[in-house]
Each structure stands twice: as C-alpha cells, then as structure tokens.
C-alpha cells in the first residue's frame, strides 16, 4: 500500500471555481503535513503545511482529519495560473524521511 | 533566497557507464535529499545526508550511491546506470520543515 494516495486528476475547472483535491495517507503515526506545487517541467515548491486545526492562505485552506487519515486543499476563486499538479506530502516520524504523492493536476481555464 | 542547483538538466547515458549527478546548494542546510520522480509514482527518496560523510538509505538506494565530502555539496553515484534508471533527478536541501529543490536532472539511460 502506498504511504500518500492522491487522485490523479486531471481536475478541469473554469477561471472562478471553487476545487478541493483530498490525499489519504497510511501511517496514523504521520506528524507533518504539506502541500507541495509542481509546474510543468518545475521543480516542486512548497505552496503551505497543513496545522490540525486548519489553515488558510489568501484563497487557499489546508484541513487535517486525523481520524480518517486525510488532509485536503481547496482553492477558491480559481486562476489560470492556479494551473499545476498539487502535490501531498506526508513526513511520519522522522524529519528526513518525506512520502509524496503520485499529484493531482488541475487545469484551470478560461 | 535558497538557491539549489545541479549539475545537468539533461543527460544521456550508456548502460553500464557511471554516472555522476551533483547538487549544491548555498543556504549551509545541513540536510540535504536525493529523489527520482517517475509518472504515476511520485517522488521516491534514494538517500539522505544529514552533515558532511553522514548518509542514510531511502526507500529505493538499490543501484545507487552518494557521497558528501562539503556541506554544500551532495553528490548520487550511479555505479552502472541501467535502462531502468531512466528518470528525473531531484536534489533538495531542508531549511526548517520546508525543503527546497533544484531544477531536476532527466537522465535517459540507452
């Protein structure tokens, strides 16, 4: 079984919506959260960690549910360049040690 | 700003040949990663190194090496590159809880 599942998309969305992307992760003992943005042919960037009680950055919120061993990201008011693949990261126990989804790809259009 | 670089953006190799990918990085992070990223499967990590001459395994070392003889610089070896090597590279260096990658190395292996 994979550490991080993510679907894989893609999510086509038009400029204004609203899109929400879940990743399930395996090891409850999981300590650290993060969402990560590829774009294409990029290197990956840290786009926000995820705190148990929720976090929010301008139009994007990041939400932990322990319980059912997933977080999740929405975005709002989508934007062409909102356009990339979201990447889950997950770091069990050991600092060094990070488990990142396969990436979920959105494309946001006109 | 954290600067990350490698060595190569693209390379094309032999089977059997041994092949060199370097990354230095200029935030003097101790930590330091090497991950391939393949589609549909994420970014797995090769090695680690936590302080210079101090490595520990991934999840996939099989095939690989690295060697850090100065903080900034955190070499993979592959002793004798394979067709399945084929991939992209991605060093990264941790600041914090954040990591920071470079640009990528795709290595095709023939």
């Known amino acids: 079984r994979k550490e991080v599942e993510q679907d894989p998309g893609p999510f086509n969305v038009p400029e204004g919506a609203t899109v929400a992307f879940n990743c399930t992760y395996s090891?409850?003992?999981?300590?650290?959260f993060f969402w990560y943005r590829q774009d294409c042919r990029k290197e990956p960037k840290l786009l926000m960690s995820?705190?148990?009680s929720g976090n929010e950055d301008g139009r994007f919120t990041a939400q932990l549910n322990r319980a059912s061993q997933y977080i999740s990201l929405l975005i709002r008011d989508s934007k062409l360049s909102d356009s990339a693949t979201y990447l889950c990261?997950?770091?069990?126990?050991?600092?060094?040690?990070?488990?990142f989804g396969s990436g979920t790809k959105l494309n946001v259009k006109p | 700003d954290v600067k990350v670089t490698q060595s190569s953006r693209y390379l094309v190799k032999r089977t059997g040949e041994k092949v060199f990918l370097e990354c230095v990085q200029d935030m003097d992070h101790e930590n330091m990663f090497w991950y391939r990223q393949d589609p549909g499967l994420g970014l797995r990590l090769i090695y680690f190194s936590y302080d210079v001459k101090m490595k520990e395994k991934g999840d996939i070392p099989e095939g690989y090496s690295v060697s850090r003889e100065k903080k900034e610089r955190f070499s993979l070896i592959l002793e004798s590159a394979s067709t399945n090597q084929t991939s992209m590279y991605l060093c990264?260096?941790?600041?914090?809880?954040?990591?920071?990658f470079g640009p990528g190395t795709r290595l095709t292996v023939t």
């Open positions: 990261v997950v770091n069990p126990y050991n600092f060094n040690k990070f488990y």
């Open positions: 090891n409850s003992a999981s300590q650290s």
């Open positions: 995820v705190y148990s």
């Open positions: 990264a260096s941790r600041g914090g809880a954040e990591q920071y």
